[in-house]
């Protein structure tokens, strides 16, 4: 009996967000050593722990394949391209990762709704929402780097930046969430 319940445009995208979400994962742990190396321990705890996050997307979907009775198809990841030249760059290239992730996240939201899978529309908002935060938050850590002097940013503004890092929460405040009492 026939128990998977994806089509193959559908299992063929998510098993590429998969890929996705690795190669995320790659981008961010190849980022997080770029910044130990270059003594910003506190970037680079901030950009471990969003490694991390990448890899539990990814067996999210990996997952969700299953339970839907696809077949999952690891493939490999591609090169996390070549090291930041800065810190300005690292999180430019953050944020360009997070944006083209979004938009993969839009295009099964889009095939997810012409092929009328309500499941995989339910399953993937998580994944909008997730990349609403993920874009914000990228964006917020852009702002305190332009503050600071962008790609001139001095040492000392580097330090403050590195040190406050280290302790940043992994999520950012959403619009939706933002109300008159606590903005």
Not at 8 to 37: C, F, P, R, V
Request: charged share 25%.
């Amino acid at each position: 009996m026939e128990t998977n319940r994806l089509s193959a445009t559908l299992a063929k995208a998510l098993n590429n967000q998969m890929t996705n979400e690795a190669h995320n994962a790659q981008i961010y742990l190849a980022y997080a050593s770029w910044a130990s190396d270059n003594g910003y321990d506190g970037i680079a705890n901030f950009l471990f722990r969003h490694a991390n996050e990448e890899r539990n997307h990814m067996m999210k979907f990996l997952e969700y394949i299953l339970k839907r009775g696809g077949k999952v198809v690891v493939t490999a990841i591609p090169a996390p391209g070549p090291d930041p030249v800065s810190v300005n760059d690292c999180f430019e290239k953050v944020f360009k990762s997070e944006v083209e992730n979004t938009a993969s996240i839009y295009a099964i939201v889009e095939m997810s709704m012409a092929e009328k899978d309500w499941a995989t529309w339910n399953f993937i908002q998580w994944f909008v929402k997730e990349q609403t935060e993920e874009e914000t938050l990228a964006m917020d850590l852009l702002n305190k780097i332009k503050v600071a002097g962008g790609a001139n940013a001095k040492d000392d503004s580097l330090y403050a930046l590195d040190r406050d890092l280290g302790s940043t929460p992994d999520d950012a405040t959403l619009a939706q969430d933002v109300t008159v009492e606590k903005p």
